[in-house]
């Protein structure tokens, strides 16, 4: 295999060009590419050449090279490039004992970062790699992370996540909870979020033009559209800063809401805030929300632990809901 370093850097950039089921790079795409990878590397200009791409490919579809299978597919008068088995990469090596020595060296220096402020996430990764690679053998598993592995969807996720990064728009086949047919929607996607163990797709609707959210798990098929991109303009983490959930009617008013808790309760909320607004004087809890769905099956979630003192809108949806469960019963 070639040592020199550019060779090294070219066939990582080629391996990701590769494995790129959502996007058809051509050969003028590859050059572009490993230049701009090089240029970015070395912080000078760098063009690599037409020929050496070639080159390339022949060495890594060698035996000398890394055996990739990669394949050459005629769209039109262009040919396009990449690997029969999308699976395939060659950065997908087994850890060796030094690499695996190594990576727990790592893990042992971020556990020093535990307890600095704003590093609470270390913990976290360095507990589900912990998990993950099994580098503290354990005979019995002795931790495991809240998931469902019967939610339907989740094998969206990937794709969607790539024509986000790759700007696609997409014709997405759907079907809500609320109706008996199929709907196709054209959305330029621009943001995943999970909620309460389920994923949810954010993207501007281009027959209604506003955002829209579709629940992962109610998408039936998703297609390339024809249609152009629309660039997104929208701050998700602002987005999201009024709202608990994902229902966010972007014509409604942020509320102040009062509730009064229970002794039951009190503790709970405290160490488990339900919103970042959250404020609590005594037995009183104040939010500044938007009301929406999600707001309302919280606080039904809690019973007869969460009063509603204001405002009237709230306490109407609440009776409402609660009018409509005491119905079944």
């Known amino acids: ?90 950065l997908k090596k087994p850890l060796n004992a030094s690499e695996l020595s190594t990576l727990n060296q790592a893990l042992e220096t971020l556990s020093r970062m535990n307890n600095i402020p704003g590093f609470d996430w270390v913990n976290t990764i360095q507990t589900k790699l912990n998990s993950g690679l099994k580098l503290k053998k354990e005979e019995n598993q002795i931790i495991s992370f809240e998931e469902n592995e019967f939610l339907k969807g989740v094998e969206f996720l990937n794709p969607l996540y790539q024509y986000i990064v790759n700007k696609q728009c997409l014709d997405i086949t759907y079907k809500s909870f609320s109706s008996d047919h199929e709907k196709v929607f054209t959305v330029s996607p621009f943001y995943l979020k999970q909620y309460n163990n389920r994923w949810f797709l954010f993207g501007h609707n281009h027959e209604v033009e506003k955002i829209q959210n579709l629940a992962l798990d109610r998408i039936i098929e998703i297609k390339n559209s024809k249609t152009e991109f629309e660039e997104s303009s929208i701050d998700f983490e602002e987005y999201f800063e009024d709202i608990i959930g994902v229902s966010n009617d972007q014509d409604a008013e942020v509320v102040s809401i009062v509730i009064e808790l229970s002794d039951n309760i009190l503790p709970y909320v405290k160490s488990k805030p339900v919103h970042g607004s959250q404020k609590i004087n005594g037995n009183v809890l104040q939010l500044k929300v938007k009301i929406n769905y999600e707001l309302t099956s919280l606080i039904l979630s809690y019973g007869e632990n969460m009063k509603i003192v204001k405002p009237r809108e709230l306490v109407e949806k609440l009776k409402v809901r609660i009018s409509n469960l005491k119905s079944f019963y």
């Open 1 to 90: 295999m070639a040592s020199n370093k550019n060779a090294v850097i070219r066939y990582k950039a080629l391996d990701k060009c590769f494995s790129n089921a959502f996007k058809k790079f051509y050969i003028n795409d590859l050059i572009e590419y490993c230049s701009n990878i090089l240029t970015e590397y070395y912080a000078q200009d760098t063009t690599v050449s037409r020929r050496q791409i070639f080159d390339d490919i022949d060495f890594m579809k060698s035996e000398a090279g890394y055996d990739a299978p990669i394949e050459s597919i005629k769209d039109g008068r262009k040919v396009f490039y990449r690997y029969s088995d999308l699976d395939f990469s060659i």
